[in-house]
């Protein structure tokens, strides 16, 4: 195990990375943008035991804000993995028959790759120097670490939301390594009312005095008030309007009558200001920036040949042998239900194998990483059905 030592909130702190691989030694990853890296970290956790055919590894892709501590204690939180719910001894993605691997994506801020990491031309921190990265481009990291492993092939490449299009992306990128892909929670491509999201949350770090251009680091200062914001503006879009109203209401904090002030009068301003405070202690702004900008980008029809948006992405399939399972929530409304029928329309047009849930719940985006019996249920049954 590697231990670094990071800034979060205000405070340097040595923490646990996991386990670090250097990549692209020899040749460097070309990114979409055209900008090469080469001698680049990987951060990376395992779980469970490697067969020696090697036909048992599964990939799980965390989403925007995650890491590769998908179970276990997390160093930084001290919390319970993001995923503890489907990973792990008798669980949907049982770590007694698989071999689980999980990775901190490149542009992330728990021992991978990203705006944290020191520059060897300046011995500073990157910065806004890091170079721009995208969903490809953190799944083409991936492949080389698999390569650095010597796993050849994929039992299943498995994630919810920007994990989703991390697993979509590997079926177009590396379709003969993949035998079988499950996306949950998201889409083929980023629509404009998530862009704008993602860009109310970048403008709200930037806006922070603290921000600095970016160069927090340098200055000793950090952009607290503006990535708190961002994660209280973000973690609403995680959540249903039926939820919201059923966890909070219009119930007051601690108080029997509102106080004609700015205070937090409600329940639900006092949920989402320890929501924002909470996310400043374990995530890099600067990291933030690149990583949603990594979504805006995803866009699965770009470049590819047709008359319309359904023939390109139709196209972008042709080559995938892989089985698919594609899950959506009845109450997402970020990547609604019509995101994930789009995909499936697409690979039924191609003739790939595929299946398709949509689990009835009020959790809204985030029942991915809740407690869903029938999520749990179709995982485990597509996956023992492989």
Known sequence: MVTKKMQFGAQYREIEVGKIVHLAKEVPMKLDSGAGIQDFPVAYQTYGT???DKSNVVLICHGLTADQYAIGTHPVTQKLGWWEEMVGP???????????IATNVIGGCMGSFGPKETNPATGKPYNLE????????????????????KIPSLYSVIGGSMGGMQALSWALQFPE?????????AAARHTAQNIAFHEIGRQAIMADPEWCEGNYLYERTYPSKGLAVARMAAHVTYLSESKLAQKF???????????FGFDADFQVESYLRHQ????VDRFDPNAYLYITRAMDYFDLTQGQPGKNDAERLSHAFKRTPA???IISFSSDWLFPTSESRMIVHALNSVAASVSFVEIDTDKGHDAFLLDEPEL???????LRGG
Do not use: W
Request: with cysteine; net charge positive; glycine share 6%.
């Open 90 to 100: 008798g669980k949907p993605i049982d770590t007694d028959q698989y071999f689980v």
């Open 249 to 259: 209401g219009r119930n007051l904090q601690n108080k029997q009558a509102i106080s």
């Open 177 to 185: 390594r993949v035998r079988s892909v499950i996306a949950m929670a």
């Open 276 to 279: 924002g405070q909470a996310f």
């Open 323 to 325: 089985r698919f399972c």
């Open 376 to 382: 749990r249920d179709t995982v485990r049954g597509f």
């Open 130 to 149: 890091f170079p721009v990265i995208t969903i490809h481009d953190m799944v083409r990291a991936q492949a080389l670490l698999l390569d650095y492993l």
């Open 50 to 52: 490697l067969k020696e």
